[in-house]
């Protein structure tokens, strides 16, 4: 090891910064912690889908209605109940 003369700081060759596990037990565990929120994103994205497919359905039902009711509101005979 070799100390860096401008601040004592000792100086490493060849060891880079690197993120290193000590037993396989913290690599299952950040591999299972990685599948379950792949899983949890995968159920997300599954239920903003069925979200907006049950919003997209409402909103062409809704203007189907309001047509029909526009429709019915411009025949005079319907709204005042004469014939």
Known sequence: MQVNSDRDIPNHHGHGA???FYDDMDTHQMHQGLRDLSSHQIRVGDDLDKEIDRRNRWEIQSK???AELHE???KPDLVSGSR
């Open 64 to 66: 189907r209605t309001f």
């Open 18 to 20: 690197a993120v290193r």
């Open 72 to 74: 019915a509101l411009r």
